[in-house]
Structure formats: C-alpha cells, structure tokens
C-alpha cells in the first residue's frame, strides 16, 4: 500500500500534472496570438496579465508567511528570484512577440529544442556530467543535435499546405525560401522564438536550483512573478509611450488577460515548480513534444491556420531527437540504480 502510493505521487502525479501543463501552455499560446490579431502590444499583454498573475498569487502567499515553521527570506533568495522572474520576462516578450510574426504550430515545434537546451545548460551548471565516451551522453548529444535540425526545418521550410486554408499571413510562394516577406515574418518569429525557449531553459534551471535551497514553493514563484511584472512593466514604458495603447476596450483582450493570469502564473508556474522539485528540470523538458499536436489542432480549430509539410517533418525529426534524449535519461537512470544496488526501487524513473 506504501509503495503504491509512493508511485502514485513520484510517478502518476508528475506526469499527469506535465500533460495538464501543455494543454494549459498551448491554450495561453492561442489566447495569445488571437489577441495579438486583434491588435493588443505583447508587451502590454505580457505587463497586465503577469500583474493580474501577482494579485491571485497574494492569497496563497500571504497564508505560506503566516505559518509557523515558515522559512526566512534572504537576500540571495531574492536575488535569484530576481533574475528567474528577468529570465521568465525575456521569455514571455520575445515568445509573444515571436508568436505575433509566426503561429502557435511553429511555436510548440521551437518548443522541443527546450530537452536540449535544458541538457546543455545542466552541464554547464554541473547538473550533468561531461562523459563523452558513455552510450548515455552520446544519445542526449545526438538527440540534442537531431533535435535542433528538425526545428530548423520547420523555421526555414513551411512547404504546401497539408491541411487547412492557407491565411493572408500565409507565405505567398510556399516552396520559396529566400522570400523577402519569408525572412521578415517567418524566420524572424522563428529565430524570437528560439530565444524565448533558451531563456525558457535557464528559467527551469535556475528555478530548480533555488527551489532545491529554499523550499518554499509559493514563495518561489511569487517573487519571480511579481519581479517579472515589475521588469516588463518597465520595459514597456519605455518602448509603448501612447497611453492609448494601454487602454483596454472589453471583449477579447480583457478576456485574454484574466484567462492567461489563471492559466500562467497561478496555474502553469505553480505545477511546473512543483514537477521541478519532484523530477527535475530535464523531465520538465520532455513533454514539449506533445505540444506540436495540440497546437496544431487549436490553431485549426480556433484560429483557421494551416498545417503545412515542413511543420510535419520538422515535428517528425525533433520528436526522434527528444525520444533519443530521452531513452538516454532513462538508461542513464537505469545505470545509476544498478551501480547503487538499489534493487528495491520499483522504476528507474523514479530517480531525477
């Protein structure tokens, strides 16, 4: 009975919560790009629901600070709060403003560059060892690479349309790939959004790292939230000074805001920071994947796009490359148990 429901919270829970989350990040990318048509600044977008995010956060950390064995805050927890909370703006601005020149399809594809990002980054950081003769690292490496060919193809190549109505927005010769309108929109959304998953990456490591040192979850997020709102809001007067564009008319754009308030920082953070603590920022990576098939079907559904042939392959190569990384992680997993004589253990994902 125990060891049952040890699996349940080690092994079912994190990994429902995961598909949870990419069906929460893939509605926030299409509420996003359907206010972004609609006219709305992303970094105005970013500033009000980012703040809205802070004020539904209060309730659960005023009640975190107010019981008895609660930790207390430091300078250097604060400080790292900080920087999560500027990596997390640098992630959502240039994710959004990418989102705006590109789809939510191209977006979740991008997405799955985040295992290799994340894997490379945990090296620098020590988190995982540099062994280049292990079949283990040569698989995370080879995954790493195939990965990343894969989301340049669905960058640099949309092809003929599979299925859907090709938009306005749509590149106007699909086979071309030197277009001046391909390397304005397509290519520049591509390379934004590229940016956005590596600081997406350093985002869940370094969140990993302070969650591990001060585990006061609530709090975590709190102060990234409120300090990413503070960053963007910044960033925003400076670059949107017509008061004009920060007003907000009822309909979809107030909608949009409360809905990705919810939906991010209350929802998504929260979840993720919690599957960090219990798997560690790697396994967090993994699920992007299932992103590209329900931001295809949303785009479809919602926003009447098109699913093009470089989309598919593209999606096709970097699943490959994240199934290697990922095979690379279990045997790697596998290794450690045997090498410890954990024998009792019940699955060798259970280590992080």
């Known amino acids: 009975m125990a060891m049952g429901r040890e699996i349940l919270r080690k092994e079912v829970l994190p990994f429902v919560a995961m598909i949870v989350v990419v069906c929460m990040q893939m509605a926030t990318t299409t509420i996003a790009k359907a206010v972004l048509n609609s006219g709305l600044s992303s970094l105005i977008y970013v500033v009000y629901y980012n703040s809205l995010g802070v004020l539904l956060l209060l309730p659960g950390f005023i009640i975190q600070r107010h019981r008895r064995h609660a930790r207390a805050l430091t300078l ?16 959502l601005v240039l994710g959004n403003q990418g989102l705006n020149y590109s789809s939510p399809t191209l977006s979740a594809g991008i997405s799955n560059l985040m295992p290799g990002f994340t894997f490379v ?5 020590r988190m995982e060892k540099f062994e280049v003769k292990r079949r283990t690292w ?6 790493t690479l195939v990965s990343i060919i894969g989301a340049s193809i669905m960058t640099l190549y949309q092809g003929p349309t599979i299925l ?5 927005s749509d590149l106007p010769h699909q086979h071309s790939l030197l277009s001046h309108e391909y390397f304005s929109r397509w290519v520049v959304g591509g390379v934004m959004l590229v940016a956005t998953y590596l600081f997406a ?12 040192d ?12 409120c300090f990413g709102s503070i960053q ?5 007067l400076l670059l949107e000074r017509k008061l004009d564009a920060w007003k907000l008319q009822p309909g979809i754009g107030m909608t949009a805001i409360v809905a990705s308030a919810v939906l991010g920082p209350l929802c998504i953070n929260n979840i993720i920071a919690f599957c960090l603590v219990m798997k560690g920022p790697l396994y967090v990576a993994m699920f992007n994947p299932l992103g590209v098939v329900i931001a295809a079907t949303l785009n479809l559904l919602f926003l009447s796009g098109a699913l093009h042939l470089g989309s598919i392959v593209g999606s096709i190569i970097i699943t490959v490359g994240f199934y290697v990384v990922m095979w690379g992680m279990l045997r790697e997993a596998t290794d450690i148990l045997c090498q410890t004589g954990a024998a009792n253990e019940t699955s060798p994902l259970l280590q992080n």
């Open 76 to 91: 250097s927890v604060l400080r790292r709060c900080f920087v999560v909370g500027l990596l997390g703006t640098c992630a």
């Open 214 to 225: 001060y585990q006061e979850q609530i709090t975590i997020v709190f102060f990234s939230t």
């Open 138 to 143: 040569q698989a995370k490496s080879v995954g």
């Open 232 to 236: 963007s809001a910044i960033v925003s």
């Open 164 to 168: 859907g109505s090709s938009s306005t």
């Open 121 to 125: 980054l945990a090296m620098i950081f």
């Open 201 to 212: 990456s350093g985002w869940s490591i370094l969140q990993t790292a302070t969650l591990k």
